[in-house]
């Protein structure tokens, strides 16, 4: 890229790239609708440019930030996959993108059809018994679910203060937990990576709402004591909740109810090939079992004989959660994506993205320590430790692979993990994409032994070199 200069930079009179038509409202009736205090009495000051300028404008910008369509993004935890194409035409046509939320039900029976059949598949897909698609992302979904799990507390006359969530868990989870009004009490891990079911029964007891899991937990390792935990929480009639931010490795293998929860999320914008990352539009679904379907958001899609139509006659429902009826274009590429792949197919998707994990695992645990030795799921947690003590952290392993053209994995997290690096391929990267990330991870560590510097000072190769990311959050600056 040239310059970087703003289309307002770049602004001169008289340069033109789009001539509108003229307004066809007459003038008089803009003023009946628009008090006049509202009118505008000068032209906006938006910038003249030229097509051709505003063309490159967008493009080269387009090309400063690393994205998947442009090489491997193994962000863990996070599940950049390759979202395909047709999603986005499917959603973005006029049939999908027209439709206004205030229609009568009987003009939008194909969107309700949409929404029912979405409903249907992640009951399919999970064992739970309803869904409702309201919630916008997965800390949306958290804290839908902690607000079902109070109301039935409250209908059970039960007396609950807390909600229990291991170590290992996302950040989300203790805040959602917090913002639903409970107190997050932290469980331990064992040097396996589980949950410690000693700490857990420690923590047990009447007062305990319920416990908050992902599943593979976000080591990528599958809790294989799920049922005994579900059996301890619901001793105390307590509600299993999981995080069901990592379903693409479970799908077509394990059903979340036959692991005895009772409430799950699920991120469209994760597995269910939304892109996502900078902030658009996602999707947090909550599943419930039966005996807390009556306390779902409002309005829930209801099927009569061959209608659709939207059912707000539920007193017990915790409400409203999100404007409208969600985020309706995610959940068409949802629908688009299950109905794409079949059973087959999405249990391919989990087949495959737990085969490249290990395939990365087992490609770099010589090199890189693995402080959790049990065989992931769908992501691998390394620890830069060895590298540290030649000088260079994990931030500096996470910024030079930016140089080699990828993106970082996630760094710090899961916190159990000292300079961890979560590394999660997804999917949709085949052997050679695989092979390419291992080779550079290698090189990365050569590196770290025999050029150091090269890794504390990178990026190199990017547009911005090392930004002070502190600052960057306190102080941030979106204003020209
Ligand atoms: C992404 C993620 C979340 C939060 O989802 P958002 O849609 O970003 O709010 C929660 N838990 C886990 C394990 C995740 O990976």
């Given at each position: 890229m ?33 008090p ?30 690393h ?36 229609q ?11 929404y ?44 609950k ?59 990528g ?28 490795a ?10 005895h ?22 999707a ?14 409002v ?63 087992a ?41 080699y ?9 899961p ?26 991870m ?16 990178a ?22």
């Open positions: 040239t310059d970087r200069k703003l289309l307002i930079e770049r602004s001169a009179e008289g340069k033109q790239s789009l001539v509108l038509p003229k307004t066809d409202v007459p003038e008089k009736a803009i003023e009946k609708i628009v006049a205090h509202h009118l505008r009495t000068s032209p906006c000051a938006l910038p003249e440019v030229a097509e051709p300028e505003l063309v490159r404008h967008y493009v080269n910008l387009s090309t400063l930030n994205h998947v369509d442009k090489d491997f993004y193994p962000l863990g935890s996070c599940t950049m996959k390759y979202n395909p194409k047709i999603n986005e035409a499917f959603a973005a046509s006029p049939c999908i993108s027209e439709v206004h939320p205030l009568p039900d009987a003009n939008i029976q194909a969107s309700l059809k949409i029912h059949d979405v409903e249907r598949f992640l009951c399919e897909i999970t064992g739970m018994d309803a869904f409702t698609l309201q919630p916008a992302a997965g800390s949306h979904g958290e804290l839908t679910g902690v607000m079902i799990m109070r109301q039935y507390h409250e209908h059970q006359k039960n007396h203060t807390r909600i229990l969530i291991p170590d290992s868990a996302h950040g989300t989870n203790p805040s959602s937990v917090n913002i639903g009004g409970y107190q997050a009490v932290t469980v331990a891990s064992t040097p396996e990576g589980l949950v410690d079911l000693d700490d857990l029964r420690a923590k047990l007891d009447d007062d305990v709402a319920g416990f908050m899991l992902t599943n593979p937990n976000t080591l390792i599958f809790e294989k004591n799920v049922l005994q935990i579900a059996e301890l929480i619901h001793s105390v009639d307590g509600l299993m909740y999981m995080d069901g931010a990592n379903m693409n479970l799908l077509g293998i394990v059903k979340t109810a036959d692991m929860f009772d409430i799950t999320h699920i991120n469209l914008h994760k597995t269910f090939s939304t892109p996502h990352g900078g902030g658009g539009p996602g947090g679904p909550i599943g419930v079992v039966k005996k807390l379907v009556p306390y779902l958001p309005p829930r899609v209801i099927k009569d004989k061959d209608n659709y139509h939207l059912s707000w006659e539920h007193p017990e429902s915790i409400g409203k959660v999100m404007a409208f009826w969600g985020n309706y274009s995610v959940i068409v590429k949802t629908w688009v994506y299950i109905r794409m792949l079949g059973e087959a197919g999405l249990k391919d998707v989990a087949k495959h993205a737990i085969i490249n994990a290990n395939y990365i695992r490609s770099l645990e010589d090199i890189y320590e693995l402080p959790y030795k049990t065989p992931p799921m769908h992501e691998c947690v390394f620890s830069g430790d060895r590298q540290k003590s030649r000088g260079v952290r994990a931030l500096d392993i996470a910024k030079r692979l930016l140089d053209g990828m993106h970082a994995p996630t760094v710090y997290f916190l159990i993990v000292h300079e961890a690096l979560m590394i999660e391929p997804t999917e949709t990267e085949n052997k050679a994409s695989l092979d390419h990330f291992i080779a550079v290698r090189k990365i560590d050569e590196e770290s032994r025999e050029h150091p510097e090269l890794l504390t000072s990026p190199q190769n990017t547009p911005v070199r090392r930004i002070d990311e502190l600052k960057a959050n306190r102080d941030l600056n979106v204003r020209w």
